[in-house]
């Protein structure tokens, strides 16, 4: 079946400008995730949904950057007033949540924003 | 707080040799373990993860050990090919298992 999908998969913007960045998960997983992979870097936590609630936005950098999830489905990262350091890849992953434990987190290919 | 550290950041070996990349993290109430690997350019894909529950699990030339007593656990790469160089990364499950937090990843390269 599909995979997690990102789109754009490439994005140039000039600093201060507005961007958004969406995530298709996998059909029927009720757990969504937004990090961001600086280059050559590991991959930092920034938001996650259960549902479209999210109990966990710890790892957000700034009040610059939101998330939101709808219909239990797509989620929207928005980023505002971009700087420099922006500058990463997003991705987004989500997972099924099926046991009560943790379960397989699968990866969309993400989004490489650029902030010049 | 939540935090897994991850070594070597860089590992370099010969062809068909083995390696070994280890992991600690901080909460004793985290119980499951992935490892994930990630080849240039491509996402991070899913190669062997582990629970809680037991010790060891192996799968082909992949295994992974935990030593919940010492909070580490270890990804384990017998027999290496030129394919198995990417970065990969070691995550650990917080909060109720909500939440991965990754370590920062080894770079390995297999070589010829």
């Known amino acids: 079946g599909a995979g997690v999908s990102q789109s754009p998969s490439n994005k140039v913007t000039e600093k201060g400008k507005d961007v958004e960045l969406r995530c298709d998960p996998i059909?029927?997983?009720?757990?969504l995730y937004w990090y961001r992979q600086s280059l050559g870097q590991g991959l930092e936590f920034l938001i996650y949904?259960?549902?479209?609630?999210?109990?966990?936005k710890s790892g957000l950098p700034s009040d610059r950057f939101s998330a939101e999830r709808t219909g239990g489905s797509v989620s929207t990262l928005t980023i505002q007033r971009t700087q420099q350091e922006d500058s990463a890849v997003y991705l987004c992953?989500?997972?099924?949540?099926?046991?009560?434990?943790?379960?397989?987190?699968?990866f969309g290919p993400g989004t490489r924003l650029t902030v010049l | 707080g939540e935090n897994v550290e991850q070594h070597p950041s860089t590992l370099s070996v010969q062809e068909g040799d083995s390696a070994v990349i280890k992991c600690t993290y901080s909460?004793?109430?985290?119980?499951?373990f992935p490892w994930y690997k990630q080849e240039l350019g491509k996402r991070p894909q899913l190669i062997i993860d582990?629970?809680?529950?037991?010790g060891e699990k192996k799968d082909q030339r992949i295994a992974v050990t935990l030593n919940k007593t010492a909070k580490h656990f270890s990804l384990h790469i017998t027999e290496t090919q030129p394919e198995d160089s990417a970065v990969y990364f070691c995550?650990?499950?917080?909060?109720?298992?909500?939440?991965?937090?990754f370590g920062q990843g080894t770079r390995l390269t297999i070589n010829p």
């Open positions: 992953a989500s997972n099924a949540q099926v046991r009560t434990g943790a379960d397989t987190q699968y």
């Open positions: 059909s029927g997983h009720t757990a």
């Open positions: 949904f259960q549902g479209n609630s999210a109990p966990d």
């Open positions: 909460d004793s109430a985290s119980n499951y």
């Open positions: 582990i629970r809680s529950n037991v």
């Open positions: 995550a650990a499950a917080f909060q109720g298992a909500q939440k991965l937090v």
